[in-house]
Antibody
Framework: EVQLVESGGGLVQPGGSLRLSCEGS????????MYWLRQAPGKGLECVSA??????YYADSVKGRFTVSRDNSKNTLYLQMDSLTDEDMAVYYC??????????????WGHGTTVTVSS | DIVMTQSPLSLSVTPGEPASISCRSS???????????LDWYLHKPGQSPQLLIY???KRASGVPDRFSGSGSGTDFTLRISRVEAEDVGVYYC?????????FGPGTKLEIK
């Protein structure tokens, strides 16, 4: 079964840091671009970051504060989040993107992990 | 940056009736391959979002054929031929031309 499982969410103080993880299984992780997305309370979906084999991408709202990376040997995607503010409070999802340069939608999503920013 | 808009923002539909959601992008979503990089997602309450349509009109695996997508350039439409109770949730269009992508504000569908 193709699956993505996020972890690492929790409570963090404003200005603090948190690292999210997303482990993939049931597919060749290396072959896919991976995405981080989020939904803040009462808000819509937002693409936060993406990573291919060679490039990383960020939304303007997190550029310079968030860092996406992947460890293909562990089939794991990461999101290092620094300088967190209450606007970063959200459910964070990872999703599977394109393969070999061919995009067929974000076809697999994790269950999400919740990040709470509060003092 | 590509800005996405949707209309309506909410929809109340009687089961068995059709529904339609429009999505507009601030620039063409045509990729050099000839496909439009426009997706539709459904976010049901308490679940993760799910892909319904990619390339503007291709149904994702397992998506019922009552869902269809159409459009070109900057204007796209999601249609549900006969709404069912399980279709409730928020529908989002997303442009995937500029990575990491941007979503429309969402359209909340509820059942009358």
């Amino acid at each position: 079964e193709v699956q993505l499982v996020e972890s690492g969410g929790g409570l963090v103080q404003p200005g603090g840091s948190l690292r999210l993880s997303c482990e993939g299984s049931g597919f060749i992780f290396t072959d896919y671009s991976m995405y981080w997305l989020r939904q803040a309370p009462g808000k819509g979906l937002e693409c936060v970051s993406a990573i291919s084999a060679t490039r990383t991408y960020y939304a303007d709202s997190v550029k310079g504060r968030f860092t996406v990376s992947r460890d293909n040997s562990k089939n794991t995607l990461y999101l290092q989040m620094d300088s967190l503010t209450d606007e970063d409070m959200a459910v964070y999802y990872c999703a599977r993107g394109d393969t070999a340069g061919h995009y067929y939608g974000l076809d697999v999503w994790g269950h999400g992990t919740t990040v709470t920013v509060s003092s | 940056d590509i800005v996405m808009t949707q209309s309506p923002l909410s929809l109340s539909v009687t089961p068995g009736e059709p529904a339609s959601i429009s999505c507009r992008s601030s620039q063409s979503l045509l990729y050099y391959s000839g496909n439009y990089y426009l997706d539709w997602y459904l976010h049901k309450p308490g679940q993760s979002p799910q892909l319904l349509i990619y390339w503007g009109s291709k149904r994702a695996s397992g998506v019922p054929d009552r869902f269809s997508g159409s459009g070109s350039g900057t204007d796209f439409t999601l249609r549900i031929s006969r709404v069912e109770a399980e279709d409730v949730g928020v529908y989002y269009c997303m442009q995937a031309l500029q990575v990491p992508g941007t979503f429309g504000p969402g359209t909340k569908l509820e059942i009358k």
